[in-house]
Each structure stands twice: as structure tokens, then as C-alpha cells.
């Protein structure tokens, strides 16, 4: 079983749509990313949170920890959102990650 | 703004060839990872740097793997001979704080091994 899970796999929005991507773990962390992952492969961390609520322009990452459970939202989605979302718990004493499969998001104009 | 960079983006090499993936993290940094992502799977972890020495690794980071920081301000990732699935993104990363730090990666170096 994967300690990070994440849904939908895909995703496919049009322009201008609400976008929520969940994520779901298994074991203990002390804190939680949510990462973008362009097309040509590079990683942009876009939150890092262990409790509540971050809002960073269009996009929103919430977190409960008592559920493990982790959502991103987009806001009014555009085409240049299109990317592979992927939540990463911290979990260990060394700060490293555990990376769940991504979300695959399409936004069509 | 500050950022991690790695080289070379993009490595072919033959099976059983030496390979050394170079990173420069973000210079006031003390914790450095290099992660791995072989093709349609997901992001792995490969191994964690403090202080000068290895503070975690994986079971993927076996012998044919080694880390290095020569001259404090890169960091290597060496695999002495090199195998078909060994072909992968390598992203190194760092932060400034163990767990508490923002982290930040690089561009990823390709690696194409035939």
C-alpha cells in the first residue's frame, strides 16, 4: 500500500473551473508539500504546511492532520496550470520525502 | 532568487559506464537530497546529506551509488556502472532547516542509459 495517495490520477477542467486535488497518508509527518512538475520534468515546491490553510495567489492547500488528509485548490484554472501536481510528506527524522503518484491536471481553454 | 542547479540536464551513456550528476544547492543550505524518477513512476528518494556525511538512504542507494560534497559548494551523485534501469530524472534538492525549511529542487538531470 502507498504511504502518500492521491486523487483523481487525471484530470481534465476547462478554463475558468474550480480544481480540487486531494491527498491522503498513512504515516506520521511533520509536514506536507504540495509540488508542481512541468513538462519538461522540473519541481517547483508550491506549499509546504502542517496545519490549516496556505493561500498563495489562485491557489489554496489545506491540511488535517487528525484525518491525514491534504487538499489543493485552484481557483478560477488556467491553461498554463496544466502541470503534474504532486503531494510529499516529511516523515523521518532526516526531512526527506515520500511523494505520492501526482495528479495530472489538464486545463483546456 | 536563489536556486538549485544541476548539470548536465541531459546524460547518454553506455551500461556499465561511470556517471557523475553535479549540483550546486543554494549556498547558505545544509540539508541536500538527490531523488530519483524513472519514467511514468513516481518520485523516489534516494539519499540525504548533512554534514558532510550521508544522514539517510534508500534501499535503492546500494553500493553502485555514491554521494559527495568535494569543495562545499557541489554536490556530486556518482554510480559507478551503470545499469538499463538506472535511466531516470535525478532531482537534487535542498533546504535550509532539517524539516521546517522550504525545500527547493533543481531542473532534474536526465539520465539515458543504453
Known amino acids: 500500500k502507498n504511504e502518500v495517495e492521491q486523487s483523481p490520477q487525471n484530470l481534465t477542467a476547462q478554463e475558468g473551473e474550480f480544481i480540487t486535488i486531494n491527498c491522503s497518508y498513512s504515516?506520521?509527518?511533520?509536514?506536507l508539500h504540495w509540488l508542481q512538475q512541468h513538462p519538461g520534468g522540473g519541481i517547483v515546491s508550491l506549499f509546504m504546511l502542517s496545519s490549516g490553510k496556505k493561500k498563495h495567489g489562485r491557489l489554496i492547500a489545506t491540511i488535517n492532520i487528525q484525518e491525514k488528509h491534504s487538499s489543493l485548490h485552484i481557483t478560477a484554472s488556467h491553461p498554463r496550470d496544466s502541470a503534474v501536481y504532486i503531494c510529499a510528506v516529511i516523515s523521518g527524522s532526516q526531512g526527506n520525502l515520500i511523494f505520492g503518484k501526482g495528479t495530472k491536471l489538464s486545463v483546456k481553454p | 532568487e536563489p536556486e538549485v542547479t544541476q548539470t548536465p540536464s541531459h546524460q547518454v551513456t553506455q551500461m556499465g559506464q561511470e556517471v557523475i550528476l553535479r549540483c550546486v544547492p543554494i549556498?547558505?543550505?545544509?540539508?541536500f537530497y538527490w531523488y530519483r524518477q524513472i519514467l511514468g513512476q513516481k518520485v523516489e528518494f534516494l539519499v540525504s546529506?548533512?554534514?558532510?556525511?550521508?544522514?539517510?538512504k534508500s534501499e535503492i542507494f546500494d553500493d553502485q551509488f555514491s554521494v559527495e560534497r568535494p569543495d562545499g559548494s557541489n554536490f556530486t551523485l556518482k554510480i559507478r556502472s551503470t545499469k538499463l534501469e538506472d535511466s531516470a530524472m535525478y532531482f537534487c534538492?535542498?533546504?535550509?532547516?532539517?524539516?521546517?525549511?522550504?525545500?527547493?529542487f533543481g531542473e532534474g538531470s536526465r539520465l539515458t542509459v543504453l
Open positions: 546529506f548533512y554534514n558532510n556525511e550521508i544522514s539517510e
Open positions: 504515516v506520521g509527518i511533520s509536514a
Open positions: 549556498s547558505n543550505h545544509l540539508y
Open positions: 534538492a535542498s533546504r535550509e532547516q532539517r524539516s521546517t525549511g522550504e525545500l527547493f
